[in-house]
């Protein structure tokens, strides 16, 4: 059996190393156009902030892949032959295969402003760009930064922490209105600026102004001119979905897939970002962009190309993640009513968030501390936890587990209930009547 | 640097749980290294995180540098008493 696993990130290799598990004897190949193979894309903004050099971003070590007799090829896929079951690379050309997994990802989306080619124009998307980026950065002194969402604030706290000054522009009125509320949107942005980074409300860019050939500055669609020498972008992404297209493969915003992540086309999987993957719950094609879920989805590939038939289970999606130096944690649905002008799906996004729930909201905040809770009539259905995380687990636990929370639910949707007391102490009952199952063992399968 | 990051976290050990074993959540987990990175004692915690398993490596001196310095709340210590008695 030979299997091709095209792109290097995490879907493809944990599918690599299920695969390796159940079958000792195929041959693995993963096909990657980027020339250092796997690294930690959500390391990226650890590495531009200067919290870790670029060495520590790369998990495995290419004897780590030897060892398992994965071969990593660096060569971009052009084309894909489902009649022939062969793909066609730029250098090698055709190479066959008895099961196929396309995990080729997303990109940040380019904005159609003029001004966009020019250099200095930055996007926090793959190593190679961000090594660009750095590169830039040394010797700028100011920085626009815009969208909405984690990977924005990651460009502009990261430009921050390089010493330039920064400029944040948002569409809308407050940060990241689609998954969080105004709170939550409000400590963000005084953290923000505490940190010296400079919000302008309602700002769009109407050009961006250059002088041979680099970015000297933005003008706003208010007629105000900000100079600066970098443009960060990160108003989306989009799954990278063209070479899934032309092979006939059935496409909608990613590449569309079954739970047991096989396209229309036989033989033929898909994982990680590109993938649009069938929900029974919700009984659409739902689009992820969460590294852990990436990491599911490629271990239930797997499992289907090595012939077991296992369904991908998603399970409450979750994001742990630090906005403004605050860590905040978004589980489950968390729904807001409004339209976000400033974001599509960005980095570390889920679109089960933005599902409305039929839940009423229980809240408490304090200082740069703050729980919100989606309570339905017998179940916890999301929470944004920002700040102290002692409650993060067990929330999500309890969320995940659909535990049932009738005996506190009055008391949780009381006028300032002391909603992370009622937590702490239903958990430590809940835990003792059931057996924990750790969200470890479900990744593991 | 590395020198005095061990001797700080020999330090720290007399203030931490001797007894406990840091436990990972990997579905927390994104890879980023930043825990191997800051283990005065070099192991790599990130590949225990991967597999989701508790740090068992004789080293470990419970400094809590790696539970301290994850972005996402990965790792956290736990008392158990198996640790105990299987050393």
């Not at chain 1, 005996?407 to 007391?421: T, V």
């Not at chain 2, 640097?1 to 720290?12: D, E, I, Y």
């Not at chain 2, 400094?63 to 990965?74: L, N, S």
């Amino acid at each position: 059996m030979q299997y091709v696993l095209v792109g290097s990130g995490v879907a493809a290799v944990a599918a690599a190393e299920t695969i390796r598990r159940l079958d000792a004897r195929g041959r693995i190949y993963i096909i990657g156009e980027e020339k250092d193979g796997y690294y930690s894309r959500p390391g990226l903004a650890y590495y531009l902030t200067g919290e870790i050099p670029e060495r520590m971003l790369f998990p495995m070590r290419p004897e780590d892949f030897r060892r398992m007799d994965i071969h990593l090829v660096h060569d971009r896929v052009e084309g894909i032959d489902p009649q022939a079951q062969r793909v066609r690379m730029t250098r090698r050309g055709w190479l066959p295969y008895d099961r196929l997994l396309l995990a080729v990802g997303a990109e940040a989306v380019r904005p159609d402003l003029p001004g966009v080619e020019l250099e200095g124009v930055v996007y926090l998307d793959n190593l190679d760009r961000t090594r660009a980026l750095l590169r830039l950065a040394r010797r700028a002194k100011e920085a626009v930064v815009i969208g909405g969402g984690i990977t924005a604030l990651e460009l502009a706290e990261g430009l921050r922490a390089r010493g330039l000054k920064v400029h944040y522009l948002l569409r809308g009125d407050r940060y990241w209105r689609r998954v969080l509320d105004e709170v939550e949107s409000r400590i963000v942005e005084q953290r923000l600026q505490h940190m010296g980074i400079r919000i302008h409300y309602r700002t769009e860019i109407e050009e961006i102004l250059g002088k041979k050939g680099r970015v000297v500055g933005v003008r706003t669609k208010d007629g105000r001119v900000l100079r600066c020498q970098m443009v960060g972008i990160a108003v989306g992404i989009a799954p990278r979905i063209a070479l899934a297209r032309e092979a006939g493969i059935a496409t909608d915003r990613g590449i569309l897939v079954n739970e047991y992540m096989e396209t229309s086309v036989p033989h033929i999987y898909a994982a990680g970002d590109v993938a649009q993957v069938f929900d029974p719950r919700v009984g659409r094609h739902v689009l992820d962009s969460l590294w852990p879920l990436a990491r599911r989805q490629g271990i239930a590939a797997g499992y289907n190309m090595a012939g077991k038939r296992v369904p991908y289970r998603r399970g409450t999606p979750l994001n742990v993640t630090r906005l403004a130096h605050i860590t905040t944690s978004i589980m489950g649905m968390v729904g807001q009513r409004e339209a976000d002008p400033d974001a599509g799906i960005v980095r570390g996004d889920s679109e089960v968030w933005r599902a409305l729930p039929d839940a009423i909201l229980a809240q408490k905040s304090e200082d740069i501390n703050s729980i919100r809770l989606m309570v339905g009539e017998r179940h916890l259905l999301g929470a944004v936890l920002m700040g102290d995380q002692t409650l993060s687990r067990a929330l999500y636990t309890l969320i995940d587990q659909r535990a049932d929370i009738r005996p506190i639910r009055e008391a949780l949707l009381k006028p300032q209930a002391p909603i992370a007391d009622i937590l702490a102490d239903f958990w430590e009952t809940w835990q003792r009547q059931h057996r924990p199952t750790s969200p470890a063992q479900e990744v593991s399968q | 640097m590395n020198m005095w990051r061990t001797f700080r976290a020999l330090f720290l050990q007399q203030k931490t749980r001797m007894e406990g074993v840091v436990v990972p959540d990997n579905i927390r987990c994104v890879q980023c290294g930043i825990c191997s990175y800051n283990c005065p004692i070099g192991i790599d915690v990130r590949r225990y995180a991967w597999w989701g398993k508790p740090i068992r490596d004789s080293h470990c001196v419970t400094c809590g540098e790696c539970v301290a310095r994850c972005p996402r709340g990965v790792l956290r210590f736990e008392v158990l008493e198996q640790t105990l008695s299987s050393g």
